[in-house]
């Protein structure tokens, strides 16, 4: 059934509404970030005075390269550890049934929806006794408690979506289970590992509470930590916080870039039930 023209329209005009609504808190960043202090508070939309000054502050500070490194260190291991256990416990619950296995599923997602400021205490006081805190594996244990439970399940249900019957066949032929894991279903699932890897990525790049709390000093303070440092006593650095925060967005951007295209195909994947 075609669509009138009055529906098309309608979706349009929410659709740009939406579109803005999201844009703006992105655009306002960008801007702030070339204004200069006198022109911050002003709500006028265009950039009166622009200025690189806040960026070039920014480079100035001896900490934030540090920060940064400390960032994609653990995103990065973060990332990697959590595509690599998260594939064989999603393909482990996809496809083999055990007493509990719905029980065990259910207890994943919920520490996900279990707020983060209740397990804050326990995870330090563990991380103290082992010696971990302020290191970059206290940090990315910690983080991978963000990231597991959202790439067990986002891979599980891909792996649903894959007919069993191509791996019967290859097991038929000989194949062992990790063997059709690795050299069969992975390679058809390559989309839907870019999707499920980058926003991995992207929650341990943007991590705060317990980046704040398991780390006491610029050795492996992240970038997310670090920025909280441009509020003191004095008030807020608006501009040096803006470019900071937008430096801040780059990699996140870039990987973006980079797996867009396999993003898309991974969203649609597991948006069709086969």
């Known amino acids: 059934m075609r669509k009138s023209k009055t529906e098309i329209a309608v979706r349009a005009t929410l659709i740009g509404l939406l579109l803005l609504f999201s844009l703006i808190p992105i655009l306002w960043v960008f801007m702030t970030s070339f204004r200069s202090e006198s022109d911050i508070y002003s709500l006028s939309l265009l950039i009166h005075d622009a200025t690189l000054e806040n960026y070039r502050t920014v480079f100035q500070n001896e900490y934030m390269p540090r920060y940064f490194l400390n960032t994609a260190i653990v995103s990065v291991a973060t990332t990697i550890i959590s595509m690599l256990v998260a594939t064989l416990g999603a393909y482990g619950f996809s496809r083999y049934r055990f007493p509990g296995s719905n ?19 326990p995870f330090y006081i563990t991380l103290r006794q082992l010696d971990l805190i302020n290191t970059y594996p206290g940090l990315v244990l910690v983080y991978l408690m963000v990231v597991m439970p959202v790439t067990v399940w986002m ?7 894959i007919p069993f019957e191509i791996e019967e066949a290859a097991s038929i032929d000989g194949c062992s289970s990790l063997r059709i894991l690795f050299q069969i279903v992975l390679p058809i699932c390559l989309p839907a590992l ?9 929650l341990s790049w943007n991590e705060f509470l317990f980046a704040l709390i398991m780390t006491s000093d610029s050795s492996t303070r992240p970038i997310s930590v670090g920025l909280a440092f441009y509020i003191d006593d004095r008030g807020i650095h608006w501009g040096e916080l803006m470019a900071a925060s937008a430096l801040m967005s780059i990699p996140a951007m870039i990987v973006f870039s980079l797996t867009q295209n396999m993003l898309v195909k991974g969203l649609s994947a597991g948006a069709v039930k086969g």
């Open 194 to 202: 870019a999707a499920v890897g980058m926003y991995a990525f992207i």
């Open 155 to 161: 891979l599980k249900g891909f792996f649903d979506n």
């Open 103 to 121: 029980g065990v599923l259910g207890f994943i997602l919920f520490t996900r929806v279990l707020p983060r400021v209740t397990v804050v205490i």
